[in-house]
């Protein structure tokens, strides 16, 4: 991969050059890490001073406005006391630096267990997740923030009009009309998902900061305990129940092998679910209870999104099939979509006073 090629063309005088901008005295180990972007490589390095991230994004595709502004928001996250891998402040008090040929940032490094599908794990990442909104509700910003997400996004329509191409491309042999279906099959559902949630009052809600990425991926846990919050850079500007929706979503549905996602589940953990609502609750109750009917609608939205997008560039969602994986999408919606009720009333139960 790129990124993986950018990191190992850095030698450990390089590296040193670049870290001395940080007060964390030489590196003495440098460790290519994997995951993440392509654009972007990230190693992990062992200095005098601790051990941190050291994140390298290319210059010529990097909106330096959006990089300050995902810094801002981890240092409010931070000083909430939420376990951020937090970005390291330079000596020049800047918070990343322009040199050979990159932009690069210093994190530091937070060890901890992945998301193991624990009750008390989705309570403990509702209630960080909740925390941070609480933090950022009055966090001043500046420039250019991102203020749209996977509501009523036009970029998803547009995308699963692309899919079947770019399944087919990776596909030679697929069944064409089936997957045209399967796309309009989604896209009218995602549009109607979407009128459901501006008919209960989406448009008149206030934005805020979000942290925009809230998965099992970007939080790591000590125990039932979560460790560490990472990767700040889909940060953005919408409704806090977006990401709300969208976490209650990543933290309760319920997957497979990757061979086998034919006979994955398309239902939702309901106990991962509450797990996920008490620990929302447990900081802010009253936002969720005011607004749990949108709840389901978003979820249908955020799943159709965060599939069609990278599936329209590559065919694939990461190793699966991107018919297949749409083909799970499409039950596990409809499964959403007829159990709208039933899932509002049991966060409803749930975040009751």
Known sequence: MRSDALAQTLSLD?????????????VK?????????RTNSKSRVVCEGGTFVLKRRQSHATDIERVRFAHQVMLTAGNAGLPIALVQVARDQSTFQVCEGGI???????????????????REAGRALATLHHAAFNMPWHGNVKASCF????????????????VLAQQPHAAQSPLMDLCQQL???????????DDLGYDQLDSQVVHGDWHPGNILFDGERVSGVLDFDSARLVPAIADVANGLLQYSVRAGPSRAIDNWPHELDEALLLGFTRGIASV???????LVRMVPWLMIEACIAEASIPI?????????PGDKMLALILRRALW???????LARIILSDCAP
């Open 14 to 26: 390089q590296v040193n050059e670049i870290v001395r901008h940080w007060d964390v005295g030489l």
């Open 29 to 37: 180990e440098i460790a290519t890490m994997s995951g993440g972007s």
């Open 104 to 122: 690069y940032e210093l994190f530091l490094f937070l060890s901890g267990e992945r998301w193991r599908r624990l009750p008390n794990q989705a």
């Open 151 to 166: 509501h009523g996004n036009l970029i998803v329509v547009e995308a699963l009009r692309r899919v079947p191409a770019a």
């Open 187 to 197: 896209s009218n559902l995602y549009q109607h998902a979407s009128e459901q949630v």
């Open 284 to 290: 802010d109750s009253g936002a969720l209870l005011k």
């Open 312 to 320: 329209a560039k590559s065919g694939m969602f990461a190793i699966i």
């Open 336 to 342: 959403i979509q007829s159990n709208a009720v039933n």
